[in-house]
């Protein structure tokens, strides 16, 4: 248990600083653009994030994040989704749209690439167990194999490093890539949806607590598929 908790800790530290320092140049700019404003009102940390993601820079955060997560970023995009679909931001629709062009861009970009197995190995949470399940799904699926991605816990990014080792015809990849990726995004905009009535007044006041809930969570389940295939 001791343990357990130790790892936990080790872990919850990690997704916190590489989630903070991601956020990190997208708040500074949106700060640095409206600082009058802020420091005549001094809005509190709710009204701030909710002001932030009606933003240019949330939509540069969003489309950056998901990008960065087909190639080599190890936070899944529906985190940052999540946190907005419980705040009092009237654009939701569009930021999934800007999710899907990062993820468009992305995946270019990790075809482009094409990294090495070794290269994959070497970047955060990617393991050869991975790697293997993602060569057993597109030999026994082909293109379609890239419909395990969103519930299988293997990163996307192990996805698109593998999937030119089999010939594919890549437009259609990424239109199937986005297409299991919306299956996703569905099912949790479903289960926010249907929790929002019941706690959007207590997340209205402490966006902060939803923030490091979600990572709570988040920390959990990046170790349970750790533990799976490391």
Same mark, same amino acid.
């Given at each position: ?64 994040? @998901?990008? =960065?997560?087909?190639?080599?970023? #190890? ?5 940052? &989704?999540?946190? /907005?679909?419980? !705040?009092?931001v009237r654009r ?19 075809l482009a690439l ?46 698109? @490093?593998? =999937?030119?080792?089999?010939?594919? #015809? ?5 239109? &199937?890539?986005? /297409?299991?990726? !919306? ?36 920390t959990m389940l ?9």
């Amino acid at each position: 248990m001791v343990d357990l908790i130790a790892s936990f800790v080790i872990n919850f530290c990690i997704v916190f600083a590489a989630i903070v320092l991601f956020f990190a140049p997208f708040v500074a700019v949106f700060w640095y653009r409206h600082r009058t404003e802020i420091a005549l009102k001094r809005p509190h940390f709710n009204y701030f994030m909710e002001k932030f993601f009606h933003s240019t820079e949330s939509n540069a955060l969003v489309a950056t994040w @998901a990008a =960065a997560e087909a190639v080599i970023w #190890f936070v899944i995009p529906e985190f940052l &989704l999540i946190l /907005i679909m419980f !705040m009092k931001v009237r654009r939701k629709v569009q930021l999934v749209i800007y999710d899907i062009i990062g993820t468009v861009v992305g995946t270019i970009i990790a075809l482009a690439l094409h990294l090495s197995e070794s290269s994959l190995l070497s970047l955060p949470y990617v393991y050869q167990g991975m790697i293997t399940h993602v060569n057993q799904w597109f030999s026994e699926y082909g293109i379609f194999g890239i419909f395990f991605q969103p519930f299988s816990g293997v990163p996307y990014k192990v996805f698109n @490093a593998v =999937a030119l080792d089999y010939g594919f #015809f890549i437009p259609f990849f990424i239109v &199937l890539a986005v /297409i299991a990726r !919306m299956i996703r995004y569905l099912i949790v905009y479903e289960i926010t949806k249907a929790l929002y009535p019941f706690v959007h007044r207590f997340v209205r006041k402490h966006y902060a607590i939803l923030f490091i809930v979600a990572m709570a969570i988040f920390t959990m389940l990046l170790m349970k598929v750790s533990a799976t295939y490391a």
